[in-house]
C-alpha cells in the first residue's frame, strides 16, 4: 500500500511531517508523498522521518492553478525542495496569501468578530496560514460548528469573507516543477467542474504544455468515475496515480493509504511516478515575465 497524495501541518494538515510518517509507518505503507499546498516546509523533516521508518519518500507539492469555473490543483513529483526557481515561487505565493489573509481578517473584523494573524498562528502552530485555518478560529469563536459550515456561509467562493487567492499561471507551475527536477500531474480531475467532452480536450492541451500524468483515483470519485479518467489518460499517453488527499481527522472520508471507494492505494500508481522520473518525463517551456 502506497499514498501519492498527503499534507502535513507545514500546510492544512493536522499532523507533522514526522507524525504523518509515523501514522503512514502503522499502517503499513510502503511508499509516501508528501504534498503540502504551495510549500516545500515540511519536505525535510518528513524525509529523515521516512528514512528512519524505512519508507520510501517522495518529495512533492501540489499548486493552486486560477481556474473557472471549479478548483485545479498541480501536483509536482520528484522535487528538489532546495530549487531556487521552485523556492522563490513558493515565497511569492506565501507573500501574497499573508496579504489576501489580512484582507479576510479585516472582513472577520467589520462583522464584529475580531480574529488576528497572531491567534491564528497559535492555532495552526505552522507559519502557512489558510483559509482552514482562518475557518478552525470561526469554529472556536462559535461563529460555526464546523470546518465546512465556516466556508458554506462565510470563506467559500462568493461568500462575504471570501477573496480570490494569487495562483501560479499554469505555464509557471509546470515551469517550476520541472525546474525542479519534478513531474507534474493534474490533481483530482473532477474538482475542474467541467464536461467530459471539455476535460478530454483540456488534457490534451495540457499534456502539450508539459503535464505528464492525472490523479485518476481519489477518495472524492466514485470507482467507475475514476476508471474513465484512467482511460482518458491513456488515449494522451499520460500515465495515472491515486492518492487519499489525506489531511488528517477533519475529512475522515481520505484516509492514508485509501483512495476512491475506500480501496488501499496500489503500488502500480508508485512504480508510475517513479517511471516518469526515471524517464525525464517533463516537456515545459521556460517561465513567463
Same mark, same amino acid.
Not at 7 to 28: M, V, W
Not at 101 to 117: F, M, S, T, V, W
Not at 171 to 179: L, N, P, T
Given at each position: 500500500?502506497?499514498?501519492?497524495?498527503?499534507?502535513?501541518?507545514?500546510?492544512?494538515?493536522?499532523?507533522?511531517?514526522?507524525?504523518?510518517?509515523?501514522?503512514?509507518? !502503522?499502517?503499513?505503507?510502503a511508499s509516501i508523498a508528501l504534498t503540502d499546498h504551495d510549500t516545500v516546509a515540511g519536505i525535510a523533516e518528513a524525509r529523515r522521518?521516512?528514512?528512519?521508518?524505512?519508507?520510501?519518500?517522495?518529495?512533492? /507539492?501540489? %499548486?493552486? %492553478?486560477?481556474?473557472?469555473?471549479?478548483?485545479?490543483?498541480?501536483?509536482?513529483?520528484?522535487i528538489d525542495e532546495t530549487s531556487p526557481p521552485l523556492l522563490e515561487a513558493v515565497s511569492k505565493l506565501a507573500r501574497a496569501r499573508?496579504? !489576501?489573509?489580512?484582507? /479576510?481578517?479585516? !472582513? /472577520?473584523?467589520?462583522?464584529?468578530?475580531?480574529?488576528?494573524?497572531?491567534?491564528?498562528?497559535?492555532?495552526?502552530?505552522?507559519?502557512? /496560514?489558510g483559509r482552514p485555518h482562518l475557518a478552525d478560529l470561526l469554529v472556536k469563536a462559535r461563529c460555526v460548528h464546523t470546518r465546512q459550515e465556516a466556508f458554506d456561509r462565510w470563506l467559500g467562493k462568493g461568500k462575504p469573507f471570501y477573496i480570490r487567492k494569487s $495562483?501560479?499561471?499554469?505555464?509557471?507551475? %509546470?515551469?517550476?516543477? $520541472?525546474?525542479?527536477?519534478? %513531474?507534474?500531474?493534474?490533481?483530482?480531475?473532477?474538482?475542474?467542474?467541467?464536461?467530459?467532452?471539455m476535460?478530454? !480536450?483540456?488534457?490534451?492541451?495540457?499534456?502539450d504544455m508539459g503535464i505528464a500524468g492525472l490523479e485518476a483515483y481519489h477518495p472524492t470519485a466514485k470507482y467507475g468515475q475514476c476508471a474513465i479518467l484512467e482511460r482518458m489518460a491513456g488515449e494522451?499517453?499520460?500515465?495515472?496515480?491515486?492518492?487519499?488527499?489525506?489531511?488528517g481527522r477533519k475529512r475522515p472520508e481520505c484516509g492514508l493509504g485509501r483512495t476512491a471507494g475506500g480501496t488501499a492505494i496500489d503500488s502500480r500508481f508508485?512504480?508510475?511516478?517513479?517511471s516518469a522520473l526515471q524517464r525525464g518525463s517533463c516537456s515545459c517551456s521556460s517561465l513567463s515575465d
Open positions: 500500500m502506497v499514498d501519492l497524495h498527503t499534507h502535513s501541518s507545514a500546510s492544512d494538515g493536522e499532523l507533522s511531517p514526522s507524525a504523518l510518517i509515523a501514522e503512514a509507518r !502503522r499502517l503499513g505503507l522521518a521516512a528514512s528512519g521508518a524505512g519508507i520510501e519518500f517522495i518529495p512533492g /507539492i501540489e %499548486i493552486e %492553478i486560477d481556474f473557472e469555473p471549479g478548483e485545479f490543483h498541480l501536483l509536482g513529483y520528484g499573508h496579504e !489576501r489573509n489580512q484582507a /479576510i481578517l479585516e !472582513r /472577520i473584523a467589520k462583522a464584529g468578530l475580531p480574529l488576528d494573524i497572531p491567534a491564528v498562528e497559535a492555532i495552526s502552530r505552522v507559519s502557512y /496560514i $495562483c501560479l499561471p499554469l505555464e509557471d507551475a %509546470i515551469a517550476v516543477i $520541472c525546474s525542479a527536477g519534478g %513531474i507534474p500531474v493534474l490533481a483530482h480531475p473532477y474538482s475542474l467542474f467541467v464536461s467530459k467532452p476535460l478530454g !480536450r483540456l488534457l490534451s492541451q495540457w499534456k494522451r499517453g499520460m500515465f495515472v496515480t491515486a492518492g487519499s488527499d489525506f489531511h508508485r512504480d508510475n511516478v517513479i
